[in-house]
């Protein structure tokens, strides 16, 4: 249902992106981001639920400046190649792309960033950071505890796995301590990548818990 597209970041960067538009008239925007795998089958799913919820929903291809179309599935192989992205990742660069997000669909009305892994730690650093955005979620954000002592300029929400083995409760402890003003949910039998039903990870209940809390969320901060 979504169209791919060309956007340009405000250092002239072209990068892609792939944009679903509702039915009718919108609610708003959102901006989803990805995880590390690309703006793959599963973003693109995720995008075109948030426009069947009634967004118009954009999501940039932020590894375009490193290797442009990239996208993979979820084997181990696949995976590790997709892991050489964020070695040593150019956050600023990869903002810069939301920013570009961000003001493509931002006529539309109120715009919210929603992001996944590394996603969504960019979720928060837009929310942080960034100009046009009315709301924020980040799904498993890693870099999150490294960058809580920054204050959201939005509302913002996050949803952890009690059982991620890449973000130990300790972190999401510390986030929770220092962002007291963020919604935070922890899912109790969730890994990583819960919310990808295309993951091995994948966890049903915590998921459809966690997009309705979501959309809940969107409906209430993006209001005309």
Same mark, same amino acid.
């Given at each position: #249902?979504?169209?791919?597209?060309?956007?340009?970041?405000?250092?002239?960067?072209k990068l892609g992106?792939?944009?679903?538009? /509702?039915?009718?008239? $919108?609610?708003?925007?959102?901006?989803?981001?990805?995880?590390?795998? *690309?703006?793959?089958?599963?973003?693109?799913?995720? &995008?075109?639920?948030? %426009?069947?919820? *009634?967004?118009? %929903?954009?999501?940039?291809?932020?590894?375009? +400046?490193?290797? /442009?179309?990239?996208?993979? *599935?979820?084997?181990?192989?696949?995976?590790?190649?997709?892991?050489?992205?964020?070695?040593? /990742?150019?956050? $600023?660069?990869?903002?810069?792309?939301?920013?570009?997000?961000?003001?493509?669909?931002?006529?539309?009305? $109120?715009?919210?960033?929603?992001?996944?892994?590394?996603?969504?730690?960019?979720?928060?650093?837009?929310?942080?950071?960034?100009n046009g955005v009315?709301?924020?979620?980040?799904?498993?954000? *890693?870099?999150?505890?490294? &960058? =809580?002592?920054?204050?959201?300029?939005?509302? &913002? #929400? #996050?949803?952890?796995?009690?059982?991620?083995?890449?973000?130990? #409760? &300790?972190?999401?402890? =510390?986030?929770?301590?220092? +962002?007291?003003?963020?919604?935070?949910?922890?899912?109790?039998?969730?890994?990583?990548?819960?919310?990808?039903?295309?993951?091995?990870?994948?966890?049903?209940?915590?998921?459809?818990?966690?997009?309705?809390?979501?959309?809940?969320?969107?409906?209430?901060?993006? +209001?005309?």
């Amino acid at each position: #249902m979504g169209q791919n597209l060309k956007l340009t970041a405000s250092d002239g960067q072209k990068l892609g992106a792939y944009r679903a538009d /509702p039915a009718g008239a $919108p609610k708003g925007a959102i901006v989803v981001i990805q995880e590390i795998f *690309g703006v793959n089958h599963h973003i693109r799913a995720v &995008t075109d639920n948030f %426009a069947k919820a *009634g967004y118009v %929903a954009i999501a940039p291809a932020i590894f375009d +400046r490193t290797k /442009p179309d990239f996208e993979c *599935g979820y084997s181990p192989e696949e995976i590790a190649e997709a892991r050489k992205f964020v070695a040593s /990742p150019d956050v $600023p660069a990869m903002l810069r792309d939301v920013q570009a997000a961000i003001d493509a669909v931002k006529s539309v009305g $109120p715009v919210g960033v929603v992001g996944f892994c590394l996603g969504g730690s960019l979720a928060f650093l837009s929310a942080t950071q960034l100009n046009g955005v009315n709301a924020a979620v980040a799904y498993y954000g *890693g870099m999150v505890a490294r &960058t =809580a002592d920054q204050k959201p300029k939005v509302p &913002t #929400m #996050m949803h952890f796995g009690e059982k991620d083995a890449g973000i130990p #409760m &300790t972190d999401v402890d =510390a986030i929770k301590a220092k +962002r007291s003003d963020c919604e935070i949910y922890v899912y109790k039998d969730a890994q990583h990548g819960f919310h990808c039903d295309e993951r091995a990870s994948y966890h049903k209940e915590s998921a459809e818990v966690a997009w309705r809390r979501t959309l809940d969320f969107f409906a209430k901060h993006l +209001r005309r």
